[in-house]
């Protein structure tokens, strides 16, 4: 059976989200990022990991989606069979992990970014992250004008991908996604589908 290891708050909910939309039997798994358990199976300490009951394991968000998405053909998640189509998923998986991803880094560990350890240099280097975030999600609202998913094929592993990213901008954007309504009709698209009430429900009770 396929296992996930995933953490509470992090990207590793997207997997969550596509295995339970496959409708396949798995097993979840929450460990603590770098714990003793899950350096054992992962030596970056790091979610999500994804194990196959053969031992094989797959690591990087990315990756795990599109491993999935093809492994489970039957679910439509990889939102289009075409070249093109396989492209945009590459190009938006890219996307969430390199721009919108790391955009969040400044606002999770401003230590990581200055030098200076004031609490004035702290807060300047939180709201550049702000900013940061807010030009990304600005890119991905324009991207969703009359559009109801991601991708032209519908609803796909990438829409799971943007969804935690999603949760932390209305917790962490001052103005939550107010100025981003796209994003948020996306959000409460996601959010309202009974799989993905099943997973949050999992993770807020664990």
């Given at each position: 059976?396929?296992?996930?290891?995933?953490?509470?708050?992090?990207?590793?909910?997207?997997?969550?989200?596509?295995?339970?939309?496959?409708?396949?039997?798995?097993?979840?798994?929450?460990?603590?990022?770098?714990?003793?358990?899950?350096?054992?199976?992962?030596?970056?300490?790091?979610?999500?990991?994804?194990?196959?009951?053969?031992?094989?394991?797959?690591?990087?968000?990315?990756a795990i989606l599109e491993y999935l998405s093809h492994k489970h053909p039957e679910a439509g998640?990889?939102?289009?069979?075409?070249?093109?189509?396989?492209?945009?998923?590459?190009?938006?998986?890219?996307?969430?992990?390199?721009?919108?991803?790391?955009?969040?880094?400044?606002?999770?560990?401003p230590y990581r970014y200055t030098t200076d350890g004031s609490e004035a240099a702290r807060q300047a280097v939180v709201e550049a992250g702000h900013k940061l975030v807010a030009k990304q999600?600005?890119?991905?609202?324009?991207?969703?004008?009359?559009?109801?998913?991601?991708?032209?094929?519908?609803?796909?592993?990438?829409?799971?991908?943007?969804?935690?990213?999603?949760?932390?901008?209305?917790?962490?954007?001052?103005?939550?996604?107010?100025?981003?309504?796209?994003?948020?009709?996306?959000?409460?698209?996601?959010?309202?589908?009974?799989?993905?009430?099943?997973?949050?429900?999992?993770?807020?009770?664990?």
């Amino acid at each position: 059976m396929t296992t996930l290891y995933y953490a509470v708050g992090a990207c590793s909910l997207a997997p969550h989200i596509v295995l339970e939309w496959t409708g396949a039997p798995y097993e979840a798994v929450r460990v603590q990022y770098g714990s003793r358990e899950l350096v054992a199976i992962n030596p970056a300490g790091a979610v999500p990991t994804l194990r196959e009951d053969d031992g094989w394991l797959l690591t990087q968000a990315g990756a795990i989606l599109e491993y999935l998405s093809h492994k489970h053909p039957e679910a439509g998640l990889t939102g289009g069979d075409s070249l093109r189509a396989r492209a945009e998923a590459h190009r938006w998986s890219a996307f969430f992990t390199s721009d919108v991803h790391a955009s969040f880094w400044p606002i999770f560990m401003p230590y990581r970014y200055t030098t200076d350890g004031s609490e004035a240099a702290r807060q300047a280097v939180v709201e550049a992250g702000h900013k940061l975030v807010a030009k990304q999600f600005g890119i991905l609202d324009r991207h969703l004008e009359g559009r109801e998913y991601i991708l032209d094929g519908g609803r796909s592993v990438i829409d799971a991908y943007s969804f935690p990213m999603i949760r932390w901008a209305m917790r962490l954007l001052p103005g939550g996604l107010k100025d981003f309504p796209n994003v948020q009709a996306l959000h409460d698209r996601i959010a309202a589908d009974p799989a993905v009430q099943t997973v949050l429900a999992r993770e807020a009770a664990d």
